[in-house]
């Protein structure tokens, strides 16, 4: 296969036929036969599971994935991914809010050689203001100049198989295959009204959830591949303030004769505090060394 379309889907009943209609229709009059969709329902409620076994019978570039709890979008990609075999992998809505013109739009500049093409919506849509809130903050905490990190996307396998995913990091693909050296454009996409069904993602609590995660992605990513440059840091921090009030207090003690004990205790925990950071620096360099030799290894 050279594209998998994988699309999640929770509670999406009255999409998978249209989907799958929709999908088959577009392979078929633009003789695309080495492309497959990869429908994976993240534990539905209802008859999403149903619907697409139903409709995908008899389709040989149509699998279905069934996890049997919900387990969240980022789990979902990541099985869909294992049951792919695509050169160039889609992320696509099951709610349809996008088109497959704009995914063959996007495996075209995949074609000329980009690692990553991410679409970015264009016209009104909900959230926007919101959405545009999380774009500039990821821009500015990551540096990758995309205007939209969480629309149509596709990529190189390779993307995938390098870049770290844990729970809910799909919205944080982009940025984190621009860590990695990935190469990365972008291209306008358009966003159609919803077909059927509700938005999965609503609530104010959910803002805070992805501003969280936000600083969490950029945390491990800077810090747990340099351990020491965090943890070192904050160590001579602490080692030279120790000094700094183990000089006040003996400077109290021994020339104006002023005895004050909680300077002391005061010294004793900053030079203590200081050296054990510096230790868990340096344990973390060994683990991240140690994860980077096991990574290594595993790709040969």
């Known amino acids: 296969m050279k594209v998998s379309v994988i699309a999640p889907a929770y509670n999406e009943e009255p999409n998978i036929k249209p989907l799958i209609e ?3 229709e577009f392979t ?3 003789g695309l036969s080495d492309w497959e969709l990869v429908i994976v329902d993240d534990g539905s409620r209802d008859g999403t599971y149903r619907e697409a076994v139903e409709h995908s019978r008899g389709l040989d ?7 049997a709890v919900n387990r969240g979008k980022t789990d979902a990609i990541k099985e869909g991914f294992r049951a792919s075999s695509g050169k160039y992998i889609i992320i696509f809505d099951a709610d349809m809010q996008f088109s497959f013109e704009d995914v063959k739009r996007i495996v075209d500049k995949l074609d000329e050689g980009w690692d990553l093409v991410a679409g970015y919506k264009v016209g009104k849509y909900e959230k926007k203001f919101v959405s545009s809130i999380y774009n500039f903050l990821s821009r500015l905490f990551f540096g990758v100049r995309v205007r939209d990190m969480n629309a149509l996307k596709g990529m190189r396998r390779e993307v995938l198989e390098v870049i770290p995913l844990r729970k809910e990091w799909h919205r944080y693909i982009i940025p984190i295959a621009h860590h990695y050296g990935f190469t990365i454009t972008e291209i306008p996409v358009k966003l159609y009204p919803r077909r059927a069904g509700e938005s999965k993602y609503r609530g104010k609590l959910r803002i805070l959830i992805g501003f969280m995660d936000l600083l969490a992605v950029r945390f491990l ?5 340099k351990p020491l440059l ?6 001579f921090v602490s080692l030279f303030l120790g000094f700094l009030v183990g000089t006040v207090a ?11 004990r909680p ?11 200081g050296l054990l950071l510096l230790s868990m620096g340096f344990l973390g360099e060994m683990i991240s060394y140690t994860n980077d030799r096991c990574r290594d290894y595993c790709r040969k």
Do not use: A, Q, W
């Not at 570039?61 to 996890?67: A, H, Y």
């Not at 965090?230 to 160590?235: H, I, K, S, V």
């Open 22 to 24: 929709t999908f088959v």
């Open 263 to 273: 300077l002391i205790y005061l010294t004793m925990l900053f030079l203590l505090g």
């Open 250 to 260: 003996l400077i109290l003690r021994f020339v104006f004769d002023l005895g004050y």
């Open 221 to 225: 990513l800077t810090f747990m591949e």
């Open 61 to 67: 570039n149509v699998k279905v994935v069934k996890l």
């Open 230 to 235: 965090l943890f070192g840091t904050l160590g």
């Open 28 to 30: 078929r009059k633009n």
